[in-house]
Each structure stands twice: as structure tokens, then as C-alpha cells.
């Protein structure tokens, strides 16, 4: 799709541990360091900044490779694409007003490729793994992940084995086998699946679980740089993040930094803040007690109808919560009954379906403008995750009345 005419320049540089900042090299299959912590991808930014300029960028097509420079492939004819990227910020005028938040926005990442964010962490993981040479992918997946991983490895004739909770949304499981992947389910959590998709890794294949590769994160990543390029390279006071394993928000302040230091923005950067059920909140309670890491939520207590957020220990653990203290953020949990509450009220004031997992992020903006943590002036922006089609078990509506064929309707539908 991208042809080498010699326009196409990756800046990657190496690998870097996010806790002890030990340097590996990208050009070879990695996963995690030898502490154990998430590898990040650097860049020469140096190099960007005197061969680009976002007016550059501006020109280019609309995908999410159009901050190439800023992404781990070297080579385009290895891109695997599907036309993800640069997903709309849709306001949400009624609702924010009812809250006390006028200015309340939305990036809906529903409207992706498999019907959420997580396309961007495979295209981009899926391309880079590809381009190095990997013929066999293995991850857990609370659903989308799978999916988004299988249909990206379908495209790039890559095997994939997924492994999931029994209780993850049953479109997902079938969005991983029409990909022609092997799918497994098992009775438990993503901790567990994680387990079991581990002893495919012992037996060769590559491991595509959350931070355990580097570069699924340089795919969410772009979602802040969409942000800044759609707010005019500038940032919006305030992002709302539903938080399970934290790639997204990891991501975005990754993006708004490396942004920083280029030079195209400038200022204060977002305050942001991680949205948990109460029924699995292992961040939200570091961050209340002050920890740099967060202890695993007891697996027999960790329930939520937002699924992608129940993640009972997330690797990454520190790098969210340094995150959230060094923007003078916070981190909310809320209840399911709130959630759907919200996802309603959303819809019905504004025409706004979200996932479960991005109305939890409108139940905090209400919780934290009610506790005034939130003065109201400010401009708050929301992730939805995911299209709410993909949980459309979980919608608390009513059956509508039915009418035989040549019934008139109600009187009350003249009103």
C-alpha cells in the first residue's frame, strides 16, 4: 500500500526498559527486560524534528501511518493496514451540560477497524512483528485485543492462538475464529488465559500480550497524537481514560511527551485520570494509598459488565500511576450501575452509544464534578474504547411493545 519511494523514514533508535532504562536493540524479536518490565520504543527525535514539521504531517493521508517518523516500521511495503487512525472528537453538549462539564468531548475509537482502539496496537504490532520476521502470535485477551490481533494477523498471513475468559464478549471469540485464529477459552480472568497463552510461548510462538511486546503501545500511542493534531496541536485540559491493563493512557502521555520535546506543543500537558470499575480498581487504590505499584485485585472478587477493564494486575502498573501524579491526575472507580446509567443518558441526550468501558469514563467526569474536582470550565476530553454494539447484552433498555399487523398505535405515540 505504501510504496519505497524513499519518503518513508522510522527514527526508531532501540528499545529502552521503562523502570531501569536498560537499552535493547529493535531490530531483533524482543518482549520484556530482564527485570521484567515493559520495553519502550525511542526515537531520534532530533532527526524528526529537523525533517518534519506538522504541516508535513497535515498533508498526508488519514491513517495513523501518517506519524511514521514517530513509529517503529522501517520498511512500508511490511505495513499492515486496514485504514485505522484518526477516529473522530465528537462533543457532547447536552450531556456535558446536565453534568456541569459544557465543555465535554469525546474521541469515539468504536468506529475502527473490529470496532475498537485496540486495531491501533495490532496494526502497529502486527506490522512491526512481521517486519521482523514473526510467523506466530500468542496473546490473552479480555476480547478486543483478540480480535483486533487476529484480524491484523489474518491480513499479514501470520498464525494467531488466542486465549480468553469464558466470559468475554461472545461477538469477540467469533470476530477471532471467522480470523481464522485458534481460539481457547478458559474459566477465569485474563490472568489466567495469560498462563495458558504462556506455555504457547515455550513452545515458539511470539507473545502479543499487553506489554509484553514493545510495540503495541507505539499503536495506541497515536491516539494522542490524533489528539493534539485535532485539538491544533495544542491539549486539552483534562483526559478521562477507562483503565484495565493502561496501554492507552500509557500511550498517550508517551505521544504528548515525545510531542513536548519536538517542539510541536508546548504548555502544561493534560491532568489525567484512570477510570476503574469498584469491582476490580487494583490503580485506583495505589493511587489513594500512595504506592508506585499497584497490588493484584483478588481474582475471586474481580467482576465488571466493562470487561476490557477488568484487569486484576496490570504490568505497566507504574508507568500508569506515574502518569497520573506527575499531571496531577486522579483515578475514580465507579460502580456498574453507574456505568450503565451513563451509557444511557449519553445516548439519549447526545446520540452517543458508548462501550461500557467509555461510559465508565462519564460516570467519573459526573462523580468528579459533583466533588468538585472538576471546576466545570474545563475542556475534558473522553475515551470511548469500543463500539457498544459489542456489548449489546449488556444494554439495560426494555423490550418495546408489540403490535399485531393491523393495530393502530398507542395514543401515547402521538405525543
Given at each position: 500500500?505504501?510504496?519505497?519511494?524513499g519518503?518513508?523514514?522510522?527514527?526508531l533508535?532501540?528499545?529502552?526498559?521503562?523502570?531501569?532504562?536498560e537499552?535493547?536493540?529493535?531490530?531483533?524479536?524482543?518482549?520484556?527486560?530482564?527485570?521484567?518490565?515493559?520495553?519502550?520504543?525511542?526515537?531520534?527525535?532530533?532527526?524528526?524534528?529537523?525533517a518534519?514539521r506538522?504541516a508535513?504531517?497535515?498533508?498526508?493521508g488519514t491513517?495513523?501511518?501518517?506519524?511514521?517518523?514517530?513509529?517503529?516500521?522501517?520498511?512500508?511495503?511490511k505495513?499492515?493496514?486496514?485504514?485505522?487512525?484518526?477516529?473522530?472528537?465528537?462533543?457532547?453538549?447536552?450531556?456535558?451540560?446536565?453534568?456541569?462539564v459544557?465543555?465535554?468531548?469525546?474521541k469515539d475509537?468504536?468506529?475502527?477497524?473490529?470496532?475498537?482502539?485496540?486495531?491501533?496496537?495490532?496494526?502497529?504490532?502486527?506490522?512491526r512483528?512481521?517486519?521482523l520476521?514473526?510467523?506466530?502470535l500468542?496473546?490473552?485477551?479480555?476480547?478486543?485485543a483478540?480480535?483486533?490481533?487476529?484480524?491484523?494477523?489474518?491480513?499479514?498471513?501470520?498464525?494467531?492462538?488466542?486465549?480468553?475468559?469464558?466470559?468475554?464478549?461472545w461477538?469477540?471469540?467469533?470476530?477471532?475464529?471467522?480470523s481464522?485464529?485458534?481460539v481457547?477459552?478458559?474459566?477465569?480472568?485474563?490472568?489466567?488465559?495469560?498462563?495458558?497463552?504462556?506455555?504457547?510461548?515455550?513452545?515458539?510462538?511470539?507473545?502479543?500480550?499487553?506489554?509484553?511486546?514493545?510495540?503495541?503501545?507505539?499503536?495506541?500511542?497515536?491516539?494522542?497524537?490524533?489528539?493534539?493534531?485535532?485539538?491544533?496541536?495544542?491539549?486539552?485540559?483534562?483526559?478521562?481514560?477507562?483503565?484495565?491493563?493502561?496501554?492507552?493512557?500509557?500511550?498517550?502521555r508517551k505521544?504528548?511527551?515525545?510531542?513536548?520535546?519536538?517542539?510541536?506543543?508546548?504548555?502544561?500537558?493534560?491532568?489525567?485520570?484512570?477510570?476503574?470499575?469498584?469491582?476490580?480498581?487494583p490503580?485506583?487504590?495505589?493511587?489513594?494509598?500512595?504506592?508506585?505499584t499497584?497490588?493484584?485485585w483478588?481474582?475471586?472478587?474481580?467482576?465488571?459488565v466493562?470487561?476490557?477493564i477488568?484487569?486484576?494486575s496490570?504490568?505497566?502498573?507504574f508507568?500508569?500511576?506515574?502518569?497520573?501524579?506527575?499531571?496531577?491526575?486522579?483515578?475514580?472507580a465507579?460502580?456498574?450501575?453507574?456505568?450503565?446509567?451513563e451509557q444511557?443518558?449519553?445516548?439519549?441526550?447526545?446520540?452517543?452509544?458508548?462501550?461500557?468501558?467509555?461510559?465508565?469514563?462519564?460516570?467519573?467526569?459526573?462523580?468528579?464534578?459533583a466533588?468538585?474536582?472538576?471546576?466545570?470550565?474545563?475542556?475534558?476530553?473522553v475515551?470511548?474504547t469500543?463500539?457498544?454494539l459489542?456489548?449489546?447484552?449488556?444494554?439495560?433498555?426494555?423490550?418495546?411493545?408489540e403490535?399485531?399487523r393491523?393495530?393502530?398505535?398507542?395514543?401515547?405515540?402521538?405525543?
Amino acid at each position: 500500500m505504501y510504496p519505497d519511494d524513499g519518503s518513508w523514514t522510522s527514527a526508531l533508535t532501540h528499545l529502552e526498559c521503562g523502570r531501569c532504562a536498560e537499552r535493547y536493540d529493535a531490530d531483533e524479536p524482543q518482549n520484556v527486560c530482564r527485570c521484567g518490565s515493559p520495553l519502550l520504543a525511542r526515537y531520534d527525535l532530533d532527526r524528526v524534528r529537523s525533517a518534519v514539521r506538522p504541516a508535513d504531517v497535515a498533508s498526508r493521508g488519514t491513517d495513523l501511518w501518517r506519524y511514521r517518523e514517530l513509529l517503529p516500521v522501517r520498511d512500508p511495503g511490511k505495513v499492515v493496514t486496514l485504514g485505522e487512525g484518526m477516529t473522530p472528537i465528537v462533543p457532547l453538549p447536552e450531556y456535558g451540560r446536565r453534568v456541569g462539564v459544557p465543555s465535554l468531548l469525546a474521541k469515539d475509537e468504536g468506529l475502527l477497524p473490529t470496532g475498537s482502539f485496540k486495531a491501533r496496537g495490532a496494526a502497529v504490532g502486527v506490522s512491526r512483528a512481521h517486519e521482523l520476521g514473526v510467523g506466530r502470535l500468542t496473546l490473552p485477551t479480555n476480547g478486543n485485543a483478540g480480535a483486533a490481533w487476529a484480524t491484523y494477523a489474518a491480513r499479514a498471513g501470520m498464525d494467531c492462538l488466542v486465549v480468553m475468559p469464558r466470559d468475554a464478549p461472545w461477538v469477540t471469540r467469533k470476530e477471532c475464529l471467522a480470523s481464522g485464529a485458534r481460539v481457547y477459552m478458559v474459566d477465569g480472568l485474563i490472568g489466567d488465559a495469560g498462563r495458558i497463552a504462556g506455555q504457547a510461548v515455550q513452545d515458539g510462538w511470539f507473545s502479543a500480550a499487553t506489554l509484553r511486546e514493545p510495540y503495541r503501545i507505539e499503536g495506541k500511542k497515536t491516539m494522542g497524537l490524533e489528539i493534539a493534531e485535532q485539538f491544533g496541536w495544542r491539549v486539552p485540559d483534562v483526559v478521562v481514560y477507562p483503565t484495565g491493563g493502561g496501554v492507552g493512557l500509557i500511550g498517550i502521555r508517551k505521544a504528548l511527551d515525545e510531542l513536548a520535546a519536538l517542539g510541536w506543543i508546548a504548555g502544561r500537558l493534560p491532568r489525567f485520570v484512570a477510570v476503574q470499575s469498584t469491582g476490580c480498581a487494583p490503580i485506583v487504590r495505589a493511587f489513594e494509598s500512595g504506592a508506585e505499584t499497584a497490588q493484584p485485585w483478588p481474582a475471586d472478587q474481580a467482576r465488571t459488565v466493562a470487561f476490557g477493564i477488568n484487569v486484576a494486575s496490570a504490568l505497566g502498573d507504574f508507568l500508569i500511576l506515574s502518569a497520573l501524579r506527575d499531571s496531577k491526575g486522579t483515578a475514580v472507580a465507579v460502580d456498574d450501575q453507574e456505568i450503565l446509567e451513563e451509557q444511557l443518558a449519553c445516548a439519549a441526550s447526545d446520540g452517543v452509544l458508548m462501550c461500557p468501558e467509555g461510559a465508565a469514563t462519564l460516570a467519573a467526569v459526573r462523580r468528579l464534578r459533583a466533588e468538585g474536582w472538576l471546576e466545570g470550565n474545563e475542556e475534558v476530553l473522553v475515551l470511548n474504547t469500543g463500539s457498544a454494539l459489542k456489548y449489546a447484552d449488556s444494554l439495560r433498555v426494555a423490550d418495546p411493545p408489540e403490535l399485531a399487523r393491523d393495530a393502530d398505535l398507542p395514543a401515547e405515540a402521538a405525543l
